[in-house]
């Protein structure tokens, strides 16, 4: 299936987003933990889906497909909590994302985890066992999610959970998430230079969260509102100023192309209210998800781009530096990557009706969907954007960007 999005006139529209995928998903763990934790507002996303299914599941196997976050945070929970041995599987690209260091870590606090085909990914099979608090170093520099999932599960843990982070930490706002959400049931958790030490929580008091709409899914329309004239506005809701979210920073990064953003009680409103800079050099080290929505903006605006520390970028749902300078490329851009950046400078004319990929991975159609704003363009397997975005295609449309 293919969508041929055809060079649109942008209507000004209010946009309801979905809550956030990594605040829903984190909180479902902690919910299934603690019994009287209420959530409003769960993401919609697939991944957020496969989470929920699968914390209800009585069955042997628990398939997650796609889902890479849950994948992650279910084999500490399932390791925790399991009375009985669960295979833990997903799709044959989730079967090649490694996971060695999370489980490794598990099994120093006395998990049972065994890998079923290839050493060091799922899928898994976990079996019952007692996990005991005790001192943990783990490698910080590959995925923030490792991190998360065994914080996620630490206090519950009788004696809690102390962790050394090793390495250059990368996606820290991610962790830092997990840290604010844990303090917000009632979690106590110390943090001496790279060490967190978790306490011990039986029970938390009654409570009710509604989880913030998702910064990751508002880049788009970031994207959108850079590359349109100026005086265009655009609302989402429900947004917060003091959000936990990291990629909140788009609304800092946005400032460079052009981009207004206003905070009202539970709105953002994004304005185009000037031109954007010739070239931009950013560190996405803390928010690698932002790179290919950036890319695809200084493409459409013919700007210089140059953006580092996107090294967790090889083990997303594809190997998305491969699969954005594939792309790109089709621009006429000569597009350098290394193992963790991307650069190219920008002085062709956008071409039209080109016809993108998108790999399994839902960042690159939403990404190269923005660029309707200035020409025709093709998006190859569109239904992928359920991954994080259910309703994409559908919002797209109320501000002017219709699928054929």
Same mark, same amino acid.
């Given at each position: 299936?293919?969508?041929?999005?055809?060079?649109?006139?942008?209507?000004?529209?209010?946009?309801?987003?979905?809550?956030?995928?990594?605040?829903?998903?984190?909180?479902?763990?902690?919910?299934?933990?603690?019994?009287?934790?209420?959530?409003?507002?769960?993401?919609?996303?697939?991944?957020?889906?496969?989470?929920?299914?699968?914390?209800?599941?009585?069955?042997?196997?628990?398939?997650?497909?796609?889902?890479?976050?849950?994948?992650?945070?279910?084999?500490?929970?399932?390791?925790?909590?399991?009375?009985?041995?669960?295979?833990?599987?997903?799709?044959?690209?989730?079967?090649?994302?490694?996971?060695?260091?999370?489980?490794?870590?598990?099994?120093?606090?006395?998990?049972?985890?065994?890998?079923?085909?290839?050493?060091?990914? @799922?899928?898994?099979?976990?079996?019952?066992?007692?996990?005991?608090?005790?001192?943990?170093?783990?490698?910080?520099?590959?995925?923030?999610?490792?991190?998360?999932?065994?914080?996620?599960?630490?206090?519950?843990?009788?004696?809690?959970?102390?962790?050394?982070?090793?390495?250059?930490?990368?996606?820290?706002?991610?962790?830092?998430?997990?840290?604010?959400?844990?303090?917000?049931?009632?979690?106590?958790?110390?943090?001496?230079?790279?060490?967190?030490?978790?306490?011990?929580?039986?029970?938390?008091?009654?409570?009710?969260?509604?989880?913030?709409?998702?910064?990751?899914?508002?880049?788009?329309?970031?994207?959108?509102?850079?590359?349109?004239?100026?005086?265009?506005?655009?609302?989402?809701?429900?947004?917060?100023?003091?959000?936990?979210?990291?990629?909140?920073?788009?609304?800092?990064?946005?400032?460079?192309?052009?981009?207004?953003?206003?905070?009202?009680?539970?709105?953002?409103?994004?304005?185009?209210?000037?031109?954007?800079?010739?070239?931009?050099?950013?560190?996405?080290?803390?928010? @690698?998800?932002?790179?290919?929505?950036?890319?695809?903006?200084?493409?459409?605006?013919?700007?210089?781009?140059?953006?580092?520390?996107?090294?967790?970028?090889?083990?997303?749902?594809?190997?998305?530096?491969?699969?954005?300078?594939?792309?790109?490329?089709?621009?006429?851009?000569?597009?350098?990557?290394?193992?963790?950046?991307?650069?190219?400078?920008?002085?062709?004319?956008?071409?039209?009706?080109?016809?993108?990929?998108?790999?399994?991975?839902?960042?690159?159609?939403?990404?190269?969907?923005?660029?309707?704003?200035?020409?025709?363009?093709?998006?190859?397997?569109?239904?992928?954007?359920?991954?994080?975005?259910?309703?994409?295609?559908?919002?797209?449309?109320?501000?002017?960007?219709?699928?054929?």
């Amino acid at each position: 299936m293919k969508f041929f999005l055809k060079e649109s006139k942008l209507k000004e529209a209010k946009i309801f987003i979905p809550g956030s995928k990594s605040e829903s998903n984190r909180l479902l763990i902690l919910s299934s933990l603690y019994k009287n934790l209420y959530l409003e507002n769960l993401s919609n996303s697939d991944d957020t889906n496969y989470l929920l299914e699968a914390l209800s599941q009585k069955n042997k196997t628990i398939d997650v497909g796609h889902a890479g976050t849950a994948m992650r945070f279910l084999t500490s929970l399932i390791a925790l909590q399991t009375t009985r041995e669960i295979e833990l599987k997903g799709s044959d690209r989730m079967h090649n994302r490694p996971l060695k260091i999370l489980v490794e870590s598990l099994k120093k606090i006395g998990a049972s985890i065994q890998y079923l085909e290839k050493d060091g990914f @799922p899928p898994l099979l976990i079996k019952p066992s007692k996990l005991s608090g005790d001192k943990l170093s783990v490698d910080s520099s590959v995925s923030s999610q490792y991190i998360s999932s065994l914080l996620l599960i630490a206090p519950k843990i009788k004696g809690g959970l102390e962790v050394e982070l090793l390495g250059e930490q990368t996606s820290l706002p991610y962790i830092n998430m997990t840290i604010l959400l844990l303090k917000k049931i009632g979690v106590k958790i110390q943090l001496k230079k790279n060490i967190l030490k978790v306490y011990y929580l039986k029970n938390i008091r009654p409570l009710k969260i509604s989880i913030e709409s998702d910064w990751s899914s508002a880049s788009y329309y970031y994207s959108v509102v850079a590359m349109a004239d100026i005086g265009y506005s655009i609302m989402l809701s429900t947004f917060k100023k003091d959000s936990i979210q990291g990629d909140k920073i788009a609304s800092e990064i946005y400032k460079s192309f052009g981009v207004e953003t206003k905070f009202t009680e539970k709105h953002i409103i994004l304005k185009k209210v000037g031109n954007n800079i010739s070239e931009i050099s950013l560190d996405l080290s803390p928010n @690698p998800d932002l790179a290919q929505t950036i890319c695809v903006t200084c493409l459409g605006l013919k700007m210089k781009c140059t953006l580092t520390g996107l090294h967790t970028l090889k083990i997303k749902e594809t190997d998305r530096l491969i699969a954005l300078k594939n792309e790109l490329s089709k621009f006429n851009l000569n597009v350098n990557i290394t193992s963790d950046s991307i650069s190219f400078d920008n002085k062709s004319s956008l071409k039209s009706i080109i016809e993108i990929n998108t790999y399994d991975d839902h960042r690159m159609a939403m990404s190269f969907a923005c660029l309707a704003v200035k020409t025709n363009i093709i998006i190859c397997n569109p239904s992928v954007v359920s991954k994080s975005y259910n309703s994409f295609w559908l919002d797209f449309e109320k501000i002017g960007i219709t699928s054929q």
